[in-house]
């Protein structure tokens, strides 16, 4: 009966192997997943990158121009609005764009559909369509326009309380929640009218718009949110009962 050697491989041997095997679009290591970014145009405002989540303006949405559009893979009809990532670009694997030791913290704001960017935001891909004083924060401009990065989901630090936008007509009310810290991303609304006194379940209309059909108007309103991580907050009487549709209300109600 033959016999056989089996060789010694080392540990690090072993990573790389196994590495070189499941490496993929989007492999993760060390808790880092794999993906591309590229920025759009540069004539655009950079906080003009709200459309399919519904934030008018993420500057006045309190995420300023650290934002980014994500692809249907990560941003999943919507679910995603509001989440953070933490961003570096991977300078192993592209070091004549990339900026060395360097990261960047984005909110989800926006859709990149498929067949846009070279096809770069097609399924399975996981890229992230960023404004472009974020992108330049981890990389330099060039010709390509696109580089490999590294990203994670983090918890969102925003200043100040939520804020609840108003709008909608009549008995269709429709608002629009922003500035959530913690995981970023709202699972569940209620609304609640001074005079109801019960909580009525909220219906995500799109991206962080969030609907209602009863008449409140002319009573003070209270809502609760429950975030993707589980995590709920009342925000009581944060709006008057002088309010009118269009205004922004913030509350002293965080998520951290």
């Known amino acids: 009966m033959g016999s056989f050697i089996i060789p ?5 041997q072993l990573f790389f192997f196994v590495s070189t095997i499941f490496e993929g679009v989007n492999a993760q290591v060390n808790g880092w997943f794999n993906a591309h970014a590229t920025f759009y145009g540069a004539d655009q405002s950079p906080f003009s990158l709200g ?13 300023g121009a650290n934002t980014a559009a994500l692809s249907g893979a990560l941003f999943r ?3 995603a609005c509001g989440a953070c990532y ?4 991977n ?13 960047i913290t984005i909110t989800a704001t926006n859709f990149c559909p498929s067949n846009n960017n070279g096809g770069w935001c097609n399924p399975p891909n996981h890229h992230f369509d960023m404004s472009p ?13 696109i580089v490999p990065v590294l990203y994670r989901r983090v918890p969102c630090k925003r200043r100040g309380g939520v804020r609840f936008t108003l709008k909608g007509q009549s008995s269709f009310n429709m608002v629009m929640i922003s500035n959530v810290g913690g995981s970023g991303n709202v699972k569940a609304a209620w609304i609640r009218g001074s005079r ?7 219906n995500r209309n799109w991206g962080v718009n969030w609907q209602s059909s009863i008449d409140l108007r002319n009573q003070g309103l209270s809502f609760k949110l ?5 995590k709920t907050l009342e925000f009581l009487n944060v709006v008057p009962s002088t309010w009118k549709f269009g205004q922004t209300f913030a509350s002293t109600r965080q998520f951290f």
């Open 77 to 79: 009809d919507g679910e």
């Open 8 to 12: 010694f491989v080392s540990v690090l």
């Open 86 to 89: 933490q961003l570096r670009c």
């Open 196 to 202: 109801t006194r019960t909580w009525l379940p909220m």
């Open 51 to 63: 459309g399919a989540c519904g934030y008018d303006n993420t500057l006045h949405a309190g995420f």
């Open 226 to 230: 429950t975030l993707v991580d589980g």
């Open 133 to 145: 004083p974020a992108f330049l924060r981890i990389a330099r401009r060039g010709d390509e326009g």
């Open 91 to 103: 300078y192993r694997a592209d070091p004549k764009w990339c900026l060395r030791r360097t990261s």
